[in-house]
Structure formats: C-alpha cells, structure tokens
RNA sequence: GCCCAUAUGGCUCAGGGGUAGAGCACACCCUUGGUAAGGGUGAGGUCGUGAGUUCAAGUCUCACUAUGGGCUCCA
C-alpha cells in the first residue's frame, strides 16, 4: 500500500512519490506533524534527505536527525564539499573516491600538487565558504552515455572508469551544488549549509582501487558531524584513546621499548617480561587443563625445510636467512613445519590421536618496513601456537573444545566482546571440494553450538583451509586478529604425514594451527588498551607498594614487607624520604593495584591502611587483607572489591 | 615497499644560521610530612646518522635510518 504524503508548505516537493509501508508514513507522520491533517513540515534543518533510497532499502527513505545514517549523509556531502574546494583551489585535480567511513570520510585525489598539513587549514577554509553559501544540493539522474561524455568532457577519467564499473541495467546519479558535480548514488544533504561542524584530520597516500601496482594517490580524511558539541565530544573521545595508546603506557608503566638498532623487534623490561611470563604460564595452565604437551624446537632450519613446506615459494620476502658453512639456513618464521617434522619422527597410531603440542616458540618475520605498529605488529615475537594432528572424525569435536577453551580465556580477561570471522574457500584453493565442504561445516556448526555470533567472509580463507579470526580492536578501533583456527590439509600432505588407523592401513592426519592470544607481543599492546594499562592484579608485575608515612615507620614496614614477600605477594616498599601524597602519586601513575600506608596509626597494630588505586580507602586487618589478595589472584578477579565506584 | 609528517638530555616538549632551554625523572642537602606533586642545590644533551651549502648549521639542502598517521601487505 501506498501512501502520499502531504506537506502544508512548499517542501511538498520533495514528496512527489508516493510512500510505501504504513509504518514509514506513520513514522513521517510522528516526526514532523504537528496536526493530524498531513504534515507540518516544522524544522526544515532536521530533514536531511528526502529523495533517494538507502541502498538495500526498497523504500523511500527520509533521513533526519534522528537517524542512525545521518552522520553518514551528513559525511558523504562533506566529502562532496572536500573535493569541491580541492578542485577549487587546484584546478588540475582529478577526483577519484570518497566514502564515508567509520568516523568520517576520506576523499582521494590525483593531483600534481603535493598536500602536505597545512594545507588542510586552507582547504578547511573553503570548506567554510561553499558550506555558508549553503548550496542547493541537487540530483540528476543520466543514462550512461551522457554521463560518460559529461565527465569525458570534465577530463575525470577515473570517473568514467567508474561508470563503465556499474551495471547496465542501473542508472547513473549525479549530484550537484554550486555547479560543481560528482558521480554519486547518494544520498546526500539537500543544502551544503546543514554540515554544521567538521574537521580534516589527515593526510595520507593510497593507491587507485587499493591496489598498490596502480596510481599513487593522495587522501584527504575528515569527520563531520550534525553539531559543533558532537564534533567536540568526538575530538575529545579521541584525545582520550590516545592516551592508552599501548606504545605510550609501555613507555610511562616501563614495561618495553624498541631501539632502532632491531626495528620492530620489542625488548620486554624486567616489568614487561613478567606480565609476558605470567601469561605464558596461565596459557600453560590451560594446555594442562585442554591436554595439550608442550614442546621446543629449533630456531633455525635448513632452507629445504622451508621449499618442502612451500613457505619459501609463498612467504621467502618475509623470512631471514643466513648462511653458514655454505649451507643455507631460515630463521622459523612460524612453527608448522617444525611441528611436522616432529610429528614425522615417529610412527602414529589413531589410538595416539589426536595430538596436541604446544610450542612459545620465537618467531622472525621480516615485515616489510612501514608496517610495524608498537606491539601489534612487529617482526620478533611468540605465539600462544599449538597444532592439533587428528583425524577426519576428530575435527569437530577439536574445534568446539578449541572454541570453549577460547572463550573461557577472553572471559576470564574480561575481553569477551571479540569477533569471530569465519573465512571460507578462496578461489585458489587446493584439495576437493567435499573436503572444504566438511571442514567448512565443522567450523560453522561448532560456532552455532556454542551460540557464538559470526561473520562470514565469503573466498577469505587460507589456500590450504578455512579458518576462524578473533578479532579485537584497539583504543582508536584499529581492528586486530588475535586468536585464530585453521583447518589444513596441505602441509600433512607435503610432509607425507599418516598414522595407522584401525583397518592397519596408513591415513593422513588433519591438522589445525590455533592461537587463543594471537602473539604475546599483539595481545599484550592490545590488552593494555582494553584496560588502559590497569592489568589486574595477577598480571600486575607489582601488586602491593608499601608506603610508610615517614622514615621512623620504615622499620616496622620493612617487617610487613617480609610478610607479604612470604605469603609470595608482589610487593614493594617505597621508603624515600618524601611526603606520602608524593609517593601516593607515583604509585597511582605506575598503576600499582594496592597501596599500603604505614603510619603511628598502624605501626605495632594488627590493622593496617589500604588504598585501592581506584583512590578507595579501607582500614583493614591484615590476615583480611591477604586473603582478599588471594582470592583476586587465584580467580583472576578483573576488579577489586575495594574499588568502590 | 608507497605517500605525508616527525627525530633536541632518561621522559614530555620549547627554541632556532653564530657553538643549546624548561618541566618531570635523577644526585645531594633541608624538611619527617597521613591518602595524587614541600623547598634548595647540582649533574646531565652538540640537537637521529652521513654528506652538502655557508666565514659560520641543531637551525638551510640532499641521502639514509627510525618513529608516527594512512595505503598495500599480514600462513
């Protein structure tokens, strides 16, 4: 059923088709009528967009405020604005692409002119100017020809790059403000002046169609938003991330650095390197608990260890190499083939599987330069990596005991809002096609077991198998993989793998790689983030820090000292001659969970004084006091009970 | 690898063609102070590396390296 929709005033316009859905019109109808005759058409400024469809939407779409896809129209015209004060200013420019992302838009250009950072307060400039000017926004539909021609004529041959790119059977849009137009589908804001607050916040370089073989372009980001307070909160949220920034809190909490003698390549401090080892041990906890064995293999290996594998036909860019005695070695870029080989030393009964073996073993690889980010991505690290040799029956049971002792961890970090990525079949692929399919299913249906959400990327898996990612992001939403799941059938095959089945004849094993963590060095800088350096106290490298009011009560703290070291408690005495909101600040800076202040009131006493570094203040006995720090290790408590707030 | 930017004491930063500044941290002294910075004194850098321009370069130019933001990549 249709529905037309009356506007009292000249708006009406913009309601020359009917529209369709009851529930549509009486949401109109809610927004904007003030009588229960049509609609008033009351705020002009709200209505963003009354004439084109959302794409998947079927219906006619008036987009306001109140919108979740306003700031999407609200950005898209902004970056219609961008490129319209580019090409103002450099006439030469060539217009390419500019969507809206999260956060913002970017907009990419062949230009002769080199942007460079202060550029953008000019461009900015501009901006203001065509946005005052408050342009009619206007579309125009063309068949494909005429629009070809019009940006033939306009010189943007990336434009009619694009056209050639869309179907036949569509049509082509184009909207226009201040005789200015862009090839678009929409939708967009109906006047330049309802961009009310936007920034440019970078600049950087890219390549046409994301392909790095084709043009060097330049993109130009920004951020848009329906109001000055909105834009301001953003700004702020995003000065606030950058805050715990893991780069900046493993540099102020002292737990790594980087030098640039080993590019990407972390050194872990004493602090560091105990929050590393504690949770190596607490993955090893769980391989005792998930029956796994964990071993050590070599770091080096011959380079035919590498040609048998195939990594160094797919992987060589990424692999070091030395050379000794004239025989060629590879630094262990990932610890398969390692495991192969050890799989391979001995002869395998299906009684023996499956096989679960562990390895934190050190891995190289040579990132290309420029892709380093802090810890997230860095040329030497250790993954949490076991590979699992089983048999065709097994894998289904493998991978929903893989996927529980997954979320177990994630809960137990208090990280359990990731995302599963289910990758499947790429075009390039080996192996048949009902394998694919089994391994497929054994994933998808251990997911749906588990009630775990998904998303599936359809081509996205690995040439040898499906896989799953785990996907985390970090303070500025940067997405990360952390844990993943494998399905491959390659390498027991290049390795010639088997165990004796029951029937006494030789089968080929599946093998699975997984990862919960990821590497230690990711989950660490993206952990840090989740809790902006606040690790909980069994990860702290410093528990308690012992801070005596003044120098005569050192002596009796140094007595409490030995008995928190006893009860096998990280602890610290601070006992400087310095006031103690001064040694209360360093503490709360270093993130040290408790802090125990020892005055006249405590020296002598049972009771002693406990600061949380929530700033919660507790007086309590010290029996209680040790117990409450047992329990917050033992279970792995993410908060403390004395954080009141 | 590509584009842009940055590179000054341990950290955070200012400065800027004539041989370096601040705060924090550090050392020493005074202060012995109850829940997020008490005071004083002092030590510490030749300004990422290399080359060039100049009478003179941290300061300008170029190259390299590293880092940052992106792109691409990421078994």
């Given at each position: 059923?249709?529905?037309?929709?009356?506007?009292?005033?000249?708006?009406?316009?913009?309601?020359?088709?009917?529209?369709?859905?009851?529930?549509?019109?009486?949401?109109?109808?809610?927004?904007?009528?003030?009588?229960?005759?049509?609609?008033?058409?009351?705020?002009?400024?709200?209505?963003?967009?009354?004439?084109?469809?959302?794409?998947?939407?079927?219906?006619?779409?008036?987009?306001?405020?109140?919108?979740?896809?306003?700031?999407?129209?609200?950005?898209?015209?902004?970056?219609?604005?961008?490129?319209?004060?580019?090409?103002?200013?450099?006439?030469?420019?060539?217009?390419?692409?500019?969507?809206?992302?999260?956060?913002?838009?970017?907009?990419?250009?062949?230009?002769?002119?080199?942007?460079?950072?202060?550029?953008?307060?000019?461009?900015?400039?501009?901006?203001?100017?065509?946005?005052?000017?408050?342009?009619?926004?206007?579309?125009?539909?063309?068949?494909?020809?005429?629009?070809?021609?019009?940006?033939?004529?306009?010189?943007?041959?990336?434009?009619?790059?694009?056209?050639?790119?869309?179907?036949?059977?569509?049509?082509?849009?184009?909207?226009?403000?201040?005789?200015?137009?862009?090839?678009c589908r929409g939708p967009h804001l109906q006047k330049t002046g309802q961009v009310k607050a936007f920034k440019l916040t970078s600049i950087s370089g890219c390549y046409w169609r994301g392909d790095e073989n084709n043009k060097a372009l330049q993109r130009i980001y920004g951020t848009a938003f329906e109001s000055k307070e909105a834009l301001a909160e953003h700004l702020h949220l995003l000065e606030e991330a950058k805050k715990r920034d893991h780069r900046k809190l493993g540099k102020e909490l002292n737990l790594f650095h980087f030098h640039p003698l080993s590019p990407g390549a972390p050194f872990f401090s004493p602090k560091g390197a105990t929050v590393y080892r504690r949770l190596q041990n607490y993955i090893r906890d769980k391989y005792k608990k998930y029956n796994y064995d964990e071993v050590i293999t070599p770091q080096i290996f011959d380079v035919d260890l590498y040609h048998q594998s195939g990594h160094y036909e797919n992987y060589r860019e990424n692999m070091y190499f030395t050379e000794t005695e004239s025989r060629s070695f590879s630094v262990k870029p990932m610890n398969c083939p390692g495991h192969c080989l050890w799989y391979g030393s001995d002869k395998r009964s299906y009684r023996d599987l499956p096989i679960r073996i562990a390895d934190f073993g050190r891995l190289h690889r040579c990132e290309r330069s420029g892709t380093m980010h802090g810890l997230t991505?860095?040329?030497?690290?250790?993954?949490?990596?076991?590979?699992?040799?089983?048999?065709?029956?097994?894998?289904?049971?493998?991978?929903?005991?893989?996927?529980?002792?997954?979320?177990?961890?994630?809960?137990?970090?208090?990280?359990?809002?990731?995302?599963?990525?289910?990758?499947?079949?790429?075009?390039?692929?080996?192996?048949?096609?009902?394998?694919?399919?089994?391994?497929?299913?054994?994933?998808?249906?251990?997911?749906?077991?588990?009630?775990?959400?998904?998303?599936?990327?359809?081509?996205?898996?690995?040439?040898?198998?499906?896989?799953?990612?785990?996907?985390?992001?970090?303070?500025?939403?940067?997405?990360?993989?952390?844990?993943?799941?494998?399905?491959?059938?390659?390498?027991?095959?290049?390795?010639?793998?088997?165990?004796?089945?029951?029937?006494?004849?030789?089968?080929?094993?599946?093998?699975?790689?997984?990862?919960?963590?990821?590497?230690?060095?990711?989950?660490?800088?993206?952990?840090?983030?989740?809790?902006?350096?606040?690790?909980?106290?069994?990860?702290?490298?410093?528990?308690?820090?012992?801070?005596?009011?003044?120098?005569?009560?050192?002596?009796?703290?140094?007595?409490?000292?030995?008995?928190?070291?006893?009860?096998?408690?990280?602890?610290?005495?601070?006992?400087?001659?310095?006031?103690?909101?001064?040694?209360?600040?360093?503490?709360?800076?270093?993130?040290?969970?408790?802090?125990?202040?020892?005055?006249?009131?405590?020296?002598?006493?049972?009771?002693?004084?406990?600061?949380?570094?929530?700033?919660?203040?507790?007086?309590?006995?010290?029996?209680?006091?040790?117990?409450?720090?047992?329990?917050?290790?033992?279970?792995?408590?993410?908060?403390?009970?004395?954080?009141?707030?």
């Amino acid at each position: 059923m249709d529905y037309k929709v009356i506007l009292p005033d000249a708006s009406e316009k913009y309601f020359d088709q009917p529209v369709t859905g009851l529930e549509l019109a009486q949401s109109i109808s809610s927004q904007f009528a003030k009588s229960a005759v049509g609609l008033r058409y009351t705020d002009s400024q709200e209505i963003l967009d009354l004439r084109t469809q959302i794409p998947n939407e079927t219906q006619t779409h008036i987009v306001t405020l109140k919108d979740e896809s306003s700031r999407e129209v609200i950005r898209h015209s902004a970056a219609h604005i961008l490129a319209q004060a580019v090409q103002s200013l450099w006439p030469k420019t060539q217009v390419t692409i500019g969507p809206v992302i999260e956060d913002g838009f970017f907009y990419d250009f062949d230009s002769e002119h080199v942007f460079v950072p202060e550029d953008l307060p000019v461009i900015e400039k501009k901006m203001k100017e065509i946005i005052k000017k408050n342009f009619e926004i206007t579309k125009k539909v063309l068949p494909r020809d005429e629009a070809i021609k019009l940006f033939k004529d306009m010189g943007e041959t990336y434009k009619i790059e694009l056209i050639e790119a869309i179907d036949e059977s569509e049509s082509v849009s184009v909207y226009s403000q201040d005789g200015w137009l862009d090839l678009c589908r929409g939708p967009h804001l109906q006047k330049t002046g309802q961009v009310k607050a936007f920034k440019l916040t970078s600049i950087s370089g890219c390549y046409w169609r994301g392909d790095e073989n084709n043009k060097a372009l330049q993109r130009i980001y920004g951020t848009a938003f329906e109001s000055k307070e909105a834009l301001a909160e953003h700004l702020h949220l995003l000065e606030e991330a950058k805050k715990r920034d893991h780069r900046k809190l493993g540099k102020e909490l002292n737990l790594f650095h980087f030098h640039p003698l080993s590019p990407g390549a972390p050194f872990f401090s004493p602090k560091g390197a105990t929050v590393y080892r504690r949770l190596q041990n607490y993955i090893r906890d769980k391989y005792k608990k998930y029956n796994y064995d964990e071993v050590i293999t070599p770091q080096i290996f011959d380079v035919d260890l590498y040609h048998q594998s195939g990594h160094y036909e797919n992987y060589r860019e990424n692999m070091y190499f030395t050379e000794t005695e004239s025989r060629s070695f590879s630094v262990k870029p990932m610890n398969c083939p390692g495991h192969c080989l050890w799989y391979g030393s001995d002869k395998r009964s299906y009684r023996d599987l499956p096989i679960r073996i562990a390895d934190f073993g050190r891995l190289h690889r040579c990132e290309r330069s420029g892709t380093m980010h802090g810890l997230t991505r860095v040329r030497s690290f250790c993954q949490d990596d076991a590979h699992i040799f089983c048999t065709q029956d097994q894998l289904m049971s493998e991978i929903g005991e893989f996927m529980t002792m997954l979320n177990e961890i994630y809960t137990e970090l208090g990280m359990s809002d990731y995302k599963i990525y289910l990758s499947t079949r790429p075009e390039k692929r080996m192996g048949a096609d009902e394998t694919w399919d089994q391994s497929e299913q054994a994933l998808e249906s251990a997911l749906k077991s588990l009630n775990l959400e998904y998303t599936v990327n359809e081509g996205d898996g690995a040439f040898y198998g499906p896989k799953l990612d785990i996907m985390f992001v970090d303070a500025l939403k940067r997405p990360w993989q952390l844990g993943t799941l494998q399905c491959d059938f390659n390498l027991p095959k290049a390795f010639e793998l088997e165990y004796v089945g029951m029937d006494n004849t030789n089968h080929r094993p599946v093998m699975l790689h997984r990862a919960v963590l990821g590497s230690l060095e990711r989950f660490i800088g993206v952990y840090l983030e989740h809790t902006a350096g606040r690790l909980p106290l069994w990860l702290s490298p410093n528990a308690v820090k012992i801070l005596p009011v003044s120098d005569r009560h050192i002596e009796f703290s140094q007595t409490i000292f030995k008995v928190l070291e006893e009860a096998k408690i990280d602890v610290s005495l601070d006992d400087r001659s310095e006031k103690l909101g001064y040694k209360i600040r360093q503490a709360q800076l270093e993130q040290i969970p408790y802090m125990m202040i020892v005055g006249d009131e405590e020296v002598g006493g049972t009771e002693v004084s406990v600061r949380h570094r929530s700033g919660a203040t507790q007086k309590m006995i010290m029996k209680a006091f040790l117990e409450l720090l047992d329990l917050e290790k033992s279970q792995r408590r993410l908060q403390s009970t004395l954080q009141l707030d």
